[in-house]
C-alpha cells in the first residue's frame, strides 16, 4: 500500500514538473513571439558577428605554423612559435611598437578628453535650437569616408595648394611639406582625429548628463557654487561611471590604431613614425604573403590588448568600484 503511495506521489510529481515546464516554454515562446520584429533585428548583427568575428577565429592556428595556402593545415609544417619570435627579433620590432603605442597615448591623452569637454560645453548651452546646430555640424565629419577625410588632409596641407601654406606664405615665411616632415605626422593624425570624431564620442557622454538629478545642481546653485564648481562636483561626478567604462576599453586599444588613415597618409619620408602594428601587418601579410607571420603579429595585439583591458579593469573596479565586470 506505501509503495502504491509512492508510486503515485512520484508519478504526480513528474506531472507537476512537466506541467511546469510546460508552462515556462509556453511563456518563453509567448515572449518571443511577441518581441519577433525585435529578434528579427538583431539576427543579421549576430550572423555578422558569427560570420566575420567568431569564425575566422579559427585560422588563428595557422600563426603556429609555416603555413602554405594550396597545402592547408595538414600539409603546412608545424613550427611551435617560430612566427612570434620572429617579429620580435625584427630589428624594427620596438620602433613599430613604439609608434603604436605613441599614438594610441596621444589619442588617449587628447582624443579621449575632447568628446566629453565638448559634451559638458554642449550641456552649459541654453540655446536649443543653437545647441542643435553645433550637434548636427560636429556628426558630419564621422561619416566622411577615410579616403575624402585624409583627401582633405592632403589637399589642406600641400605645399603649393593648401591653404595652411597660403597663409604661411602669406605672412612671409618658407612652405612647409608637413606630410613629408615626420615631426608633424602625430600631431596631424591626432588633430584629425579629434575633429572627425569629437562631436559622434560626445554622444554618449550627453546621455549620461541627461541622466544626472537636477535636484542635485539646484542644490548646488541654493550652497551658492558657480558654474566651473557644478561641472567639477556635480557633472563630472555624475557621468564618472561612463567615462571610467569608456577609458578601460580605451586602453583595451593601446595597440590598435586605424589603419585606413595610417596607411593613407603614410610615405617614404614619414615611414619612420608612420609605421603601426596594423600597417605592418598589411605589408607583410596582403603584400608579402607571409600569412603566418601576419596573424601571429595580430595574435599578439590581441593578446596584449586583451591584458590591457584585465588590468585597466582591475585596476578601475579596486579604485573606483566600477568595472566591466
Request: glycine fraction near 8%; charged fraction near 15%.
Amino acid at each position: 500500500m506505501a509503495e502504491g503511495l509512492s508510486l503515485k506521489k512520484q508519478r504526480f510529481t513528474r506531472e507537476e514538473k512537466a506541467e511546469v515546464r510546460s508552462k515556462k516554454l509556453k511563456k518563453i515562446r509567448t515572449k518571443i513571439w511577441a518581441d519577433c520584429y525585435m529578434y528579427l533585428i538583431v539576427i543579421p548583427v549576430v550572423v555578422y558577428f558569427i560570420i566575420f568575428r567568431y569564425l575566422p577565429m579559427a585560422w588563428l592556428g595557422i600563426s603556429f605554423f609555416d603555413f602554405k595556402i594550396l597545402k592547408g593545415f595538414s600539409g603546412s609544417e608545424f613550427v611551435w612559435f617560430d612566427n612570434f619570435k620572429a617579429f620580435l627579433d625584427n630589428p624594427d620590432f620596438l620602433k613599430i611598437l613604439w609608434n603604436t603605442l605613441s599614438l594610441n597615448i596621444y589619442s588617449l591623452i587628447f582624443g579621449f578628453t575632447a568628446p566629453i569637454i565638448f559634451a559638458i560645453l554642449l550641456n552649459e548651452l541654453f540655446r536649443t535650437k543653437f545647441k542643435r546646430i553645433i550637434q548636427t555640424v560636429s556628426y558630419l565629419p564621422h561619416f566622411l569616408s577615410m579616403v575624402v577625410v585624409t583627401s582633405m588632409i592632403t589637399t589642406f596641407l600641400s605645399p603649393s595648394l593648401g591653404i595652411v601654406n597660403a597663409v604661411i606664405k602669406g605672412l612671409g615665411f618658407d612652405p612647409i611639406y608637413f606630410l613629408g616632415e615626420p615631426g608633424f605626422f602625430k600631431g596631424i593624425m591626432i588633430i584629425s582625429g579629434i575633429w572627425q570624431g569629437i562631436g559622434w564620442g560626445s554622444i554618449l557622454y550627453l546621455s549620461a548628463l541627461t541622466g544626472i538629478d537636477q535636484e542635485q545642481y539646484e542644490a548646488a546653485v541654493v550652497d551658492g557654487a558657480s558654474r566651473w564648481q557644478q561641472i567639477r562636483h556635480v557633472t563630472l561626478p555624475g557621468i564618472s561611471g561612463t567615462i571610467i567604462i569608456m577609458l578601460i576599453l580605451q586602453v583595451g586599444n593601446l595597440l590598435s590604431v586605424g589603419f585606413e588613415k595610417v596607411y593613407l597618409l603614410q610615405n617614404a619620408q614619414n615611414l619612420g613614425v608612420s609605421e603601426v602594428l596594423s600597417t605592418y601587418v598589411y605589408k607583410i601579410g596582403i603584400q608579402s604573403g607571409k600569412y603566418s607571420l601576419a596573424t601571429a603579429v595580430g595574435l599578439f595585439n590581441s593578446a596584449i590588448s586583451f591584458i590591457l583591458v584585465l588590468i585597466a579593469n582591475k585596476i578601475s573596479s579596486k579604485v573606483s568600484e566600477t568595472s566591466l565586470m
